[in-house]
């Protein structure tokens, strides 16, 4: 991999991670049966305030069952890059150095925003914090659905 | 001069609010603060400044003048309210609310001998500054270019770099009086044009604020965090005042009286919990526009008595549609309003709180908690720690961020570290009351949702400790509640995060770290006065050479409005109050550090290596791994886990890259189950 610049690293960290929440929370809103699509195949820890789900498929099939509509917006977020080389597992064993580009960055991503549940606009706007860590997605599918950062980790927590 | 309102038609008594206060027609450095006819285009008119006559005119004052400038303080006070925003940017900064100038205020000179001038002396007291500053040979030439004068106070706006010059004419003699120079604030201001309002120009700035704040005090019942403004006409004081001489008066005495209330406090917070309830029966309101005001200064209170007051309907209320969010008893008997078939569901559609209307209750308690239960239950944190590494970090970090943060940067920061800050202006808050401005924060806040260009995202990013520290450096200082007997206030989660950078570059796989999540609030000083914000902060650390074997790699971290505790206050099981040490993380099951009855290994979570609901089958994987190079080397969990993430998972690797770590002397004590 040649040595990315760090307005390159940036770009890349910054432009993946917008992309990210501005698909993200469209899709737990409007596009419920894309959501495990967003999620890393053997994600570490996903915490929705404080109640652990297993996986993206866990995810997609409460929001899709029992959460009612929901309404967000990310009012203000950021992001980091972690680790810039982040050492994919493929089919074929770790992703060698050789084979990797200025995307195989791992990202921290943290959003402030508010959200309201169910219809209705006199319910209450409730402040939320979350917290992701994204890792590059190691399939090279080239379907149009491909997501090129997946969730590695997520902690949801109401704030207000 | 320029003139940027016309008197209104009908002239000097026609006493309408103007739409423009002080601070914002000072933007062109023009307004209309008096009798307009007079001090018009004399003097200095090509200096491009427009010095001009003031409410307090001493000679000449004739009845229909003073009772002009009457008004015209009045609505300066009204229409500073109005426009809180930029009103409350003088209050904290003392100085205009837009652009890059210094207000400076001077007073003392009405007894000047000059004050027999036309204009009172402003002229000459302008051209004295001027010549005063422009003594010293070098330099840029000093000059006034904004003034204007309200009441007894010549305010004069002036680029920062004079500031400092200017107020060393504090106590000057100017034309046979001292001078008193200061910074401006627009609270002392709207005292100065209070003087006005007691119809008593020899009456002391000093004098009408003790008035009010007597009156006030009065009617303050602090144990009951009562404010009772009934029957404000029947009040002597405020007769003795003169403030019912005319409707005009009345009605705006009203918004200046909320002003000093206001300034008695020295925080929003202080501010806020001394009344809980306010009282405005029997005042013969036909609708709020008079006490408007109100709603901002007694923005957070639970009881508002509205009685025996002309309401006729929804209409005359509806100034304060939106406001009174917290809301739980209002009285509104004795108003044709009550009477109306709309009336009890447009007060619970207006105030989703309130509990008791014309005391009868209308809403339980359980229906008003109702409203905000999510469809996620709200569990006590994850706290998924190991030998205690991720709580001494948070302890110490919170501790010494509000003491010594160059101390924090020089233990957990390095070269790669990075720190980022992102303010939501817009988050959802628990309180009304307005809250300072982000000005100390804005121009350093990274939220990617504005900030799109690709320098401004890097500029903002700050890696390594001296740039962390100098960016801290230049945020305020701050006080976080103290976690042990405030655990409440803080919610703090944490968890594994596998594929970090190794910092001494051996491992391509990455090492294992923690990441973790914290919400809480803090308290900050903004000119004086105590603001308290939240922040959530999310950390990832990482084997380093900081105490306890850690590093930080990334902090981010976001700062916002008050937004309380409550929301993680767990549904079923509210955590205990002041329940030291860290409750909070010791009320998860899951992250109980003691040695657990269910588990044979000292330090590892109850159910830790066996099949949960939720855990994948690679988790109990991974998670037996752990445990056995726990067993063999007496590592601790958290570094079993790191060394097996670090090496892919790969056990025979994971023991070959322990041993040489050991043989270096690498592993902290605090790596291993019994040691530290």
Redesign the interface.
Known sequence: MATAT??TL??VS?EG??EF?QSFYVALQSNRPSIELYYAA?P??I?????????GA?VQEIFTN???T?KYE??????????????S?TPNG?KP?SEMTVKDM?I?V?V???VR?GDGS??????F?E?F?L?PNPTSDKGKRRKEWLI??Q?????? | MKTMKSRRPGGASGGGIRKRGPTRTDRDGDMDMDNSARGGKRGRGDSGRSSRAGGGRSAGGSRPQTRDRTLNAIQQAISENNNKDSAQANVRHGKGGKGNSTQISITGWRKSNASTKRDGGVENLISFCERKLNSAPKGSRFKVTKSRVEGDILVVSVHPEWTERLLQLNGKLFAGVNITVELYDSSTAVLGQQLATSGSTSASTADTKLKITSILGKRFNPAAKLLDLSKLVDDTDLQAMGIFNSTTTQSKFFPAMMKVWEMQFTSSSERREAVESVSLAQNQLANVSVVTTMAQTFADIKNLDLSNNNFKDSQSMVAWRWKFRNLEFLDLTGNDFSSKPDFKATML?WY?KLQTLNNVQVRTAEEVAA??K?????????F?DDSQIAENFIRTFFASYDNNRNELINQFYDENS?F???????????QQTETAGWDSYIKR??????ITH?SA??NR?YTGPQKIGEMWNSLPQTRHPDMATHPEQF?V?C???????DPTGQS???VGGL?I?V?GKFDESVDGKVETR?F?R?F?IGPGNGPGGIRV??D?L?A?AY??HE??S?ESQPIPQAMAPMPAIAA?PAASLAPAAATALPGFPEGYGAPAP???D??VQQEQLVIQISTKSGMTLQYSEMALSGN?WNLDAAWKNFEELKAQGALPPTAFLNGA
């Open positions: 760090d307005d940036t770009k910054t991670a917008t929440v053997q570490t820890t915490l929705f305030n404080g109640n652990q789900v297993a996986d866990a029992q959460m009612p929901a990310a009012q203000s977020f950021d992001c980091q890059i972690i680790n810039r080389a982040y050492p597992i770790p150095p791992s921290l943290m402030s925003g508010h549940y006199d319910l209450p706007q409730r402040g914090s917290t860590v890792i590695q980790s902690n949801f927590r109401l704030v207000v | 559609k989703p409203q905000k999510t469809p996620i239950p709200i569990q006590a944190p994850h998924q990075k980022s800050l992102n303010v939501n202006v817009q988050a959802p808050k628990v806040s990274r939220n990617l949702s504005k690709l995202r890097m990013i919610l989660e968890h594994q995060v596998p594929g970090l950078p391509p796989t990455g990441i999540t919400h939240s959530d999310s990832i790699l990334n981010i976001c916002r937004g309380g929301a993680w767990p998860n939720g855990k994948t690679t988790q892919g």
